[in-house]
Each structure stands twice: as structure tokens, then as C-alpha cells.
């Protein structure tokens, strides 16, 4: 699959990305307002690019941790049974939890690792995600914040992964396969 030729074509701008990081940034804080410690959880890989955006616009004290769930792999088809694959370093009972994630599509990922985080029982545990593909639901999953609702389209850059390329990419852009 990661064989065949594509092009780029761009779909959400950095500007864009970073006006609406800026507007999500001053709805977390608002809910947030008051917390002695904010853990912010970014699930690996995808949503590296967006988590140390997000961080940078948050007047809160912050902690950052990781979460790898198992994912697509190197193809374009989630995998539906989601795996722990490497967990927190750091606590979460009693604290406040924000979860960062990519893209959510089935909703299987972050609907697990909700899941999997409440079970340790935070204060609090909201969850964000950069995109939003409705039309691709599989569970009954809504994140907390979305940055954009976006059309059944496999997109790339701004951290997210085709095969694992193209995550510098500084905006989003869909994937558009030139054999066809
Ligand atoms: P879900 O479990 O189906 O919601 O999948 C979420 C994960 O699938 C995301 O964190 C991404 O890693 C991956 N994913 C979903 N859509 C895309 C896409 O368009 N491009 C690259 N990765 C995607």
C-alpha cells in the first residue's frame, strides 16, 4: 500500500492549526482553572506535534506523559483491538487528566484508553483530539474537544503518520494516491 505514488494536497493550514490550538488552549484552561496539577497525556506517536503546541498555550501547571496504544501499523485500516503498549510513568489517582490525541476515526483508541485511564481513578479526565472523522465512528465515542470535524479522507502531517512518513509535514493534508 505505502508502495503505491501520492501527492499531498493541503487540507487545514499551520496558521489554522495554530488559531484554533489558541481558542482550545483558553476552553481547557477555563475548565481547568484552579488545578494544582494538570497531567497532559499524549498517545504516541501521532500526537507529538500537537501536544507540545497545545502545553505551550496552557497558563496552568502542567506535568506530560506518554501513553502508546497499538494503532494502524504501516497500513490505512485501524486495527479495532487496542493494546496497551506503553503505559505512564507518572500517577493519575486524584489528579487532573487531559488526554491528547491525533485523530479519532473508529473511536476505538481513545474510548480504550479512557477506559484503561479511569479505571485509576483521576479527579477529572477530559479528552482532546486535533481531528474528528465522524462518518468513520464505530463506538459510541465523543471527545471532550475537537480542533476540526473532517471528511472521510486519510490525512497526514502535523505529527500524523502515513506509513511513517510525512509527521513533519507542518500542516494537514490528504493523501491522494496518483495511480488511479
Ligand atoms: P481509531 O481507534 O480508529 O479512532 O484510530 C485512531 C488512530 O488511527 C489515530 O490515533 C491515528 O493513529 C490513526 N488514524 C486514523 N485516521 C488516520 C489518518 O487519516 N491518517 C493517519 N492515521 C490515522
Request: proline share 3%; no cysteine.
Amino acid at each position: 500500500m505505502s508502495q503505491r505514488p501520492y501527492v499531498i494536497d493541503e487540507m487545514i493550514s499551520a496558521k489554522s492549526i495554530a488559531a484554533r490550538i489558541e481558542a482550545l488552549a483558553r476552553d481547557i484552561q477555563e475548565e481547568f482553572a484552579g488545578t494544582n496539577k494538570l497531567v497532559v497525556v499524549g498517545l504516541l506517536r501521532g500526537s507529538f506535534v500537537f501536544i507540545a503546541d497545545l502545553v505551550r498555550e496552557l497558563d496552568l501547571p502542567v506535568e506530560v506523559d506518554f501513553l502508546e496504544a497499538s494503532s494502524y501499523g504501516d497500513g490505512m485500516e485501524s486495527s479495532r483491538e487496542v493494546r496497551i503498549l506503553k503505559d505512564l510513568r507518572g500517577q493519575i489517582e486524584g489528579r487532573d487528566v487531559l488526554v491528547v490525541e491525533d485523530i479519532v476515526d473508529t473511536g476505538h483508541t481513545l474510548s480504550h484508553v479512557s477506559q484503561f485511564l479511569l479505571s485509576r481513578l483521576p479527579a477529572r479526565l477530559r479528552t482532546i483530539a486535533l481531528l474528528d472523522k465522524p462518518a468513520r465512528r464505530e463506538v459510541d465515542f465523543k471527545a471532550d474537544w475537537i480542533g476540526f470535524e473532517i471528511p472521510d479522507e486519510f490525512v497526514v502531517g502535523y505529527g500524523i503518520d502515513f506509513a511513517q512518513r510525512n509527521r513533519n509535514l507542518p500542516f494537514i493534508g490528504k493523501v491522494r494516491f496518483t495511480d488511479v
